[in-house]
């Protein structure tokens, strides 16, 4: 049972360029968790989203950010016209159901020059 | 809004010595307290989740406790490859799970 993918490993974007962001939930998970972690910093929940659905995105930028996911396919966190703050690493989390424990990808870590 | 508080940020020990790590939390209608170990550049791993207070979860050297404001993470005579930062994250009633800053441990050989 393949644990949660996130792809690309690394992702270089120019200033002004579009970012996507992938992330396959482990077989049989529903819920999906965007976090952002920058450097000596915790984890900074983004959105969590159901299949179809966004559940909670009170930690999204209101410009710029976009998070969907599927009936069919990956979740995907879009960054519209990047920024260097936009920098960090991006991680993704699945659970099964809403009160168990998330098992998290190896993160994507976007660089903007 | 929810949250959650990690003490101290920083923790070095010898091979061997003893400490515990805190997790301080304000999380409306918690529905869960979790503890995850990160490695650089890595992910995290999943090592805990206590639901009540009174709860104690054992795993090797770690050991984790609850009560209605805190928990803890017990490391008993730590080895090297215990270095890591620890997070902790409470999942309230809206099921969103937030996270402290962590306590980055190291242990001396």
């Known amino acids: 049972n393949a644990g949660v993918m996130q792809n690309p490993r690394h992702l270089v974007r120019r200033r002004g360029q579009e970012a996507r962001l992938r992330c396959s939930p482990m077989?049989?998970?529903?819920?999906v968790y965007w976090y952002r972690q920058l450097p000596e910093e915790g984890l900074k929940f983004m959105v969590y989203?159901?299949?179809?659905?966004?559940?909670?995105e009170s930690g999204m930028p209101k410009e710029r950010f976009s998070a969907e996911f599927p009936k069919e396919g990956p979740s995907i966190l879009r960054i519209q016209q990047v920024v260097r703050g936009d920098s960090a690493a991006y991680f993704c989390?699945?659970?099964?159901?809403?009160?168990?424990?998330?098992?998290f990808g190896s993160g994507t870590q976007l660089s903007v020059l | 809004e929810d949250q959650v508080t990690q003490s101290p940020e920083a923790l070095r020990l010898q091979e061997g010595e003893s400490s515990s790590l805190n997790c301080s939390y304000t999380?409306?209608?918690?529905?869960?307290l979790f503890w995850y170990r990160q490695d650089p550049g890595k992910g995290p791993e999943f090592l805990f989740t206590?639901?009540?207070a009174g709860e104690e979860k054992e795993k090797e050297r770690l050991k984790a406790t609850l009560t209605k404001k805190e928990s803890f993470l017990h490391i008993t005579a730590p080895k090297p490859e215990d270095s890591a930062t620890y997070l902790c994250g409470g999942k309230g009633s809206n099921y969103k799970l937030t996270f402290g800053k962590g306590t980055l441990l190291t242990v001396n050989p």
């Open positions: 999380v409306s209608g918690l529905r869960g």
């Open positions: 206590l639901y009540s």
């Open positions: 989203l159901q299949k179809e659905n966004i559940i909670d």
């Open positions: 077989k049989g998970h529903s819920h």
């Open positions: 989390a699945s659970g099964g159901q809403e009160y168990e424990k998330l098992f």
